[in-house]
């Protein structure tokens, strides 16, 4: 009886709606960008646009290179010359690709300095690191987390806890991965990832762009008090956040009585914007080139336009450990944990946050 | 003595004191009623044979007497023995390479015990006696646990009880290992074995007497 309710249960989404204004002090539009480390897609939306301006563009080719390294060891992310190197110095975030959160072992490093590690049963119990099981489990535990605190080490450098995480790592239980490295450097310094790992398979990548252009596409229409809508002048949140994945995905949104697809049609009340212009920026990007895309955005309504919004949708890695800081994040039926801004002409933003089931509710 | 006792009536005092000469078979008569009175449980059959002085066959009693119970002396308890510290190793005896000629000593045992220990012996082989055998004096480690502190303590294995292992280690610390939920590692001369403690919870002593089944998982 037990295990037939368990399986009828569906696993859960949770969608935080939130709305402020971004010239509010106590706003946290920055602390959520800034501590959602892996983003893998960021697209945004502006109706009423034909040619993206020039600054957007510019800075959407300005998104930094990210690197890719094949059969790393773990035990090169813990010695003293690459936490000096580019841990202290900026911001250097890592993250294991290839590797399933639910099925295998995946690392992270964070950009403040943290090193987590998602590992199954056998591989904690061999590597004998203190860490703590998952909190998505379930009776019999399968996942365990174990943190190194980089910094932490650094300041200590020949202390008992160094040497046992580096003997771990380099006898006990030698681990490689395949990484997906990227680092935003504070200073102008020479070195450069390409060049410390010269010896191991590393490979530079830009984010891919792709600029395309909607025509009549039919928006709802909003206000930016009403958070949950009113019944014939506005659209809440969440039909909003439904049409914005339909178009985001490029649905046909007619609503065609004989379509196989989809019968999704646009919430209404709707207006039919002439041409829209959708922008898709794919790869491992940084939460400091969002944030200036953000603050760009914001600018966008310093000169009068036609469109009442856009909206900036930002998605993370299925596969990464963590979402937020360092909640846990779980792959269970989707692995998604996005987040997304709708920012109006008069400096007011809508935000939306959404996580699966194996998540800790967003901050 | 017994003519002291009792003597024989001559004829004139027989007549003084009017004593009647019984019969011989009024005699008899008289000895067997007296003799059926004083034991009763013995069957007529039986009281003629023992005044026949037959050879009689020894009876033998269907239920026995009970034994007396040997006094033997009750052992101690395992709190008594633990305050003997017969078992105890002193701190100044702690120190790992007063063991190291001990380690040895073991290794040479395991030879012999497995007849040579060339390059293609088969592992089965040295599995099957590495089970009964002892191992004081092996250096063992530990590979997996399911406490991660325990991971990676290697050292001469000193005593051995029914739950624990007692190892020193190369620093000279004595280390309490115990056996439920860890898998240990014995090598000698290139062959690796896994001791997965779980299963070896038992004595050395009755180690080398048991039949190890293969139940349940090796699973932490």
Redesign the interface.
């Known amino acids: 009886m037990a295990t037939l309710c368990r399986l009828r249960e569906v696993p859960r989404h949770l969608l935080v709606c939130e709305k402020s204004n971004f010239g509010h002090d106590k706003s946290r539009h920055r602390h959520i960008v800034e501590t959602h480390y892996y983003n893998y897609r960021v697209s945004f939306l502006i109706p009423e646009c034909g040619i993206l301006s020039k600054e957007l563009k510019d800075l959407v080719m300005a998104f930094g290179p990210y690197y890719s390294v094949k059969d790393l060891p773990l035990h090169e992310l813990i010695t003293h010359e690459f936490i000096n190197t580019f841990v202290k110095k900026g911001s250097c975030s890592a993250l294991t690709y290839n590797a399933n959160i639910d099925e295998d072992n995946a690392a992270a490093l964070l950009p403040n300095g943290k090193l987590i590690l998602s590992l199954d049963?056998?591989t904690?119990?061999?590597?004998?690191?203190?860490?703590r099981p998952s909190r998505y489990s379930g009776r019999k535990i399968m996942k365990f987390i174990v943190s190194i605190d980089l910094m932490d080490l650094s300041f200590h450098p020949a202390s008992k806890k160094y040497e046992r995480v580096s003997?771990?790592f380099k006898e006990?239980k030698p681990l490689r991965f395949d990484f997906l490295l990227a680092w935003h450097q504070t200073g102008a310094e020479e070195s450069t990832l390409m060049s410390y790992f010269s010896s191991y398979r590393i490979q530079e990548h830009r984010p891919k762009i792709a600029v395309s252009s909607v025509a009549d596409l039919q928006c709802p229409v909003l206000r930016s008090s009403e958070l949950g809508g009113q019944p014939d002048t506005a659209c809440s949140a969440l039909e909003l956040f439904d049409w914005l994945g339909a178009v985001f995905s490029h649905a046909e949104l007619n609503n065609e009585p004989d379509s196989f697809l989809s019968s999704y049609c646009c919430p209404q009340p709707s207006t039919v914007v002439a041409r829209a212009s959708l922008c898709t920026v794919t790869g491992f990007i940084l939460p400091e080139k969002i944030c200036l895309l953000l603050e760009q955005l914001c600018r966008y309504f310093d000169e009068p336009k036609l469109a009442p919004w856009v909206t900036l949708a930002v998605q993370g890695f299925a596969d990464s450990p963590v979402s937020w800081r360092e909640n846990e994040h779980g792959f269970r039926r989707g692995g998604e944990h996005l987040y997304n801004f709708v920012i109006f002409n008069n400096r007011d933003y809508w935000l939306h946050m959404a996580v699966g089931a194996d998540d800790d509710c967003p901050p | 003595m017994k003519s002291v006792i009792y003597n024989a009536f001559s004829q004139k005092e027989a007549k003084e004191f009017d004593v009647q000469h019984t019969g011989a078979q009024r005699a008899e008569a008289f000895v067997r009623a007296f003799l059926k009175r004083s034991m009763p449980h013995m069957s007529q059959q039986v009281r003629e044979d023992l005044l026949q002085r037959k050879a009689v066959v020894l009876e033998y009693f269907t239920h026995r007497k009970q034994k007396e119970k040997k006094k033997k002396s009750r052992g101690l308890s395992a709190k008594q023995r633990r305050e003997l510290r017969l078992f105890d190793i002193k701190p100044e005896q702690q120190r790992y390479s007063l063991f190291l000629p001990l380690h040895e000593l073991w290794k040479q045992y395991i030879r012999d015990l497995c007849n040579g220990l060339k390059p293609d012996t088969q592992p089965q082989m040295i599995q099957a006696k590495l089970l009964k055998a002892d191992l004081h004096g092996a250096i063992v480690s530990v590979?997996?646990?399911?406490c991660?502190?325990?991971?990676?303590v290697t050292g001469i294995l000193l005593q051995e009880t029914k739950h624990v292992f007692k190892i020193i280690t190369k620093e000279d610390r004595l280390k309490v290992i115990p056996k439920l939920n860890c898998v240990f590692t014995v090598e000698i001369d290139g062959f690796i074995s896994y001791i997965y403690g779980s299963k070896f919870q038992l004595r050395s002593s009755e180690r080398s007497a048991k039949k190890f089944k293969a139940k349940g998982t090796i699973d932490?």
């Open positions: 049963k056998d904690y119990e061999e590597t004998g690191l203190q860490g003997w771990a006990k | 590979t997996k646990s399911k991660p502190s325990y991971v990676g932490l």
